[in-house]
């Protein structure tokens, strides 16, 4: 399973075929322990020849083994959000999952105190834990050492957006070319486009350029109204994280076995347009799955 092949493509995910609905393969990080889903279920299996290598690095953290029939409601309890934003949230946790589809960045907005840099690490620790949060990056070097160990990369504090990493992220989102502003020179790095990214800050969805806006799923978290001591949070959140790993990719699987007929409607023009096409199919597929509102 480990890999040592820094060129490998593979980091936390990997695809087993051409299209999302294949299936992928989860890196749980311990030896060669790995969770393969499929529209038929998913399983914990030992790596083979025949399933694809992982590239592992000093931020790739173990996540637990999952345990099945588990709820979202053990998240959700541990989340401020509505209705709307929940769906939201399902949604990007989906998506984060799913190699080789455009996915956007999520940001986690709301008043002070509303909890944005805890549910942002909750979010990420269930797919993808290890990366630390950071500010944005200061520079190309930055970024690269930023989203170069991980799969789902974590962005605290933000208050704006440089024009350079709004580019950067609307590449590492949907792909394309990048230059420097006012020199038309490449970018000297990779924006590492089958990365997922969180940022959680003060930061407005008015206040971000449109082609990022557009890129972007916005959540605003409710003002919290009881404080809870962090270490509590974190020990309910520990001993709930295998079984809402398990209701993730038992809902995965659900979505997995929509999206062909999805893909079906799309093709003949039942379904809206969308600039993220991929992760348009996977909402679509989500609202056959759940009938709307993921539980």
Request: glycine fraction near 8%.
């Amino acid at each position: 399973m480990t890999n040592t092949n820094t060129s490998s493509r593979h980091l936390r995910v990997a695809p087993l075929g051409f299209l999302p609905e294949d299936g992928l393969v989860l890196d749980l990080g311990h030896g060669t322990a790995a969770v393969t889903v499929t529209r038929d279920g998913w399983k914990v299996v030992q790596a083979d020849a025949e399933l694809p290598e992982f590239r592992r690095t000093a931020a790739t953290k173990l996540l637990p083994l999952p345990v099945p029939g588990g709820s979202f409601t053990e998240l959700r309890e541990l989340l401020n959000v509505g209705d709307e934003e929940w769906a939201k949230v399902v949604a990007w946790l989906l998506a984060a999952l799913l190699p080789d589809i455009t996915r956007p960045v999520l940001l986690l907005t709301g008043v002070p105190c509303s909890g944005k840099s805890v549910a942002a690490l909750l979010l990420q620790y269930l797919v993808d834990p290890g990366s630390p949060f950071r500010r944005l990056p200061a520079d190309e070097d930055e970024w690269i050492a930023a989203t170069d160990a991980a799969r789902v990369i974590g962005f605290d504090d933000v208050a704006r957006v440089p024009d350079w990493q709004s580019d950067a992220l609307c590449v590492a989102v949907s792909g394309g070319a990048m230059t420097k502003r006012g020199l038309g020179e490449p970018f000297p790095f990779v924006p590492r486009p089958d990365r997922a990214f969180i940022l959680a800050g003060s930061l407005a969805p008015d206040e971000i350029r449109a082609d990022l806006a557009d890129r972007t799923v916005v959540v605003e978290l409710r003002r919290l109204t009881e404080r809870r001591p962090e270490s509590e949070l974190w020990k309910t959140y520990t001993e709930a994280r295998p079984r809402i790993l398990g209701a993730l990719l038992d809902l995965l699987v659900a979505v997995l076995g929509a999206l062909p007929a999805v893909r079906e409607k799309a093709g003949r023009g039942e379904l809206p347009q969308l600039r993220m096409a991929d992760y348009g199919l996977v909402l679509a597929a989500l609202g056959e799955a759940t009938g709307s509102r993921p539980e």
